[in-house]
């Protein structure tokens, strides 16, 4: 019973690949966001979705694709993996936008380009 | 440009003592701040925040103190426990961004024995 749920956990595979990153919640919460985590840790939002309509798209290649088929999914697809895409995903949701909507974090997924 | 810093990478606390985490930021339009905590192999869980208008907050163990004039905010942890060795994040909110947080790059904090 995750609360936000992510697979797979850990992906490897190599530069050229396309993979994708599925997350699940059901806390019933509208928005839902993806994150990246580099190697200095640092946390970076990427795509936040409200009700399945993008609203956060920061300066990200194209070749991130976010997409979500209901409110309690949001998937990550990337294209033509580059060694620089290493780095731990995370999905995260919240109620709403909110001012003090927490959000929630699941757990990651590492990925390793080779 | 990284506008919410946190300078020290790690802090050893003994337990029952006090752990203090800092957290520096450069926006001055941040005015929502929130603390996660990270275990490892885990997500960020959110532990504590604090409005712009005020200055202190206070759940159980935990207080975080707001500076807007110094644009710091501090995390106190009274008593430490083993249990609360994990990263620690800052991160900060601009009103009317949809929910968009910025995050420091965390302070590992280890509470030793």
């Known amino acids: 019973d995750t609360a936000v749920s992510q697979t797979p956990k850990y992906l490897v595979t190599q530069m050229g690949n396309d993979k994708s990153i599925k997350c699940e919640q059901n806390l019933g919460h509208d928005t839902m966001y993806w994150y990246k985590q580099d190697s200095k840790k640092f946390l970076k939002i990427m795509f936040s979705y409200n009700n399945k309509e993008l609203i956060i798209n920061e300066t990200v290649p194209n070749r991130f694709s976010p997409k979500s088929p209901d409110k309690a999914h949001l998937n990550l697809h990337i294209n033509s993996l580059e060694l620089g895409d290493s780095a731990v995903y995370f999905c995260a949701s919240s109620p709403g936008t909110g001012y003090t909507d927490t959000q929630y974090f699941g757990p990651g997924t590492r990925l390793t380009v080779l | 440009d990284q506008q919410v810093k946190q300078n020290s990478p790690s802090l050893s606390v003994q337990e029952g003592r006090i752990s203090i985490l800092n957290c520096d930021y450069t926006n001055s339009m941040f005015d929502y701040f929130l603390w996660y905590k990270k275990y490892p192999a885990e997500g960020p869980t959110f532990l504590i925040s604090?409005?712009?208008?005020?200055d202190k907050n206070e759940d159980g163990r935990f207080t975080v103190f707001l500076n807007k004039s110094a644009k710091h905010l501090s995390l106190h942890i009274v008593p430490s426990q083993p249990g609360d060795s994990a990263v620690y994040f800052c991160?900060?909110?601009?009103?009317?961004?949809?929910?968009?947080?910025?995050f420091g790059t965390g302070t590992r904090l280890q509470v030793t024995l």
């Open positions: 604090i409005s712009s208008i005020k």
């Open positions: 991160a900060a909110k601009v009103p009317g961004t949809a929910s968009k947080l910025t």
